[in-house]
């Protein structure tokens, strides 16, 4: 069992920045590929950004690319996502997800339905 406790969260004028945390219990967090995702009002659930279980990969939304930055600490158990250049199309429930099923990073780890933990989310609001 793998839980999942997002932080960092918070309101911010346009323009800001954030980092935002995810701590993971477990001994294997190393071995899981580390998911971002967001979900506005209204709106499906979407992929922000992914990291591979070194952390030699990484995967951005084009919205965000050369914004958000996505980096892991395996010795912390922790994911982070530094987000620079805060948009109001931002604002959104970020949620931590984590795949633990081995089978690695790849184009698959861009959906949804290949994270089979997900934390409790975290509220980021952005002003104009």
């Known amino acids: 069992q793998v839980q999942l406790v997002e932080s960092g969260g918070g309101l911010v004028q346009a323009g800001g920045s954030l980092r935002l945390s995810c701590a993971a219990s477990?001994?294997?967090?190393?071995?899981?590929?580390m998911g971002w995702f967001r979900q506005a009002p209204g709106k499906e659930r979407e992929f922000v950004a992914g990291?591979?279980?070194?952390?030699?990969?990484?995967s951005y939304r084009d919205s965000v690319k050369g914004r958000f930055t996505i980096s892991r600490d395996n010795a912390k158990n922790t994911v982070y996502l530094q987000m620079n250049s805060l948009k109001p199309e931002d604002t959104a429930v970020y949620y931590c997800?984590?795949?633990?099923?081995?089978?690695?990073?790849?184009?698959?780890?861009?959906?949804?339905?290949?994270?089979?933990?997900w934390g409790q989310g975290t509220q980021v609001t952005v002003s104009s």
């Open positions: 477990g001994r294997t967090f190393s071995s899981y590929v």
């Open positions: 990291i591979s279980w070194s952390g030699g990969s990484t």
């Open positions: 997800a984590a795949d633990s099923s081995k089978r690695g990073w790849g184009a698959r780890s861009l959906s949804i339905y290949e994270y089979d933990y």
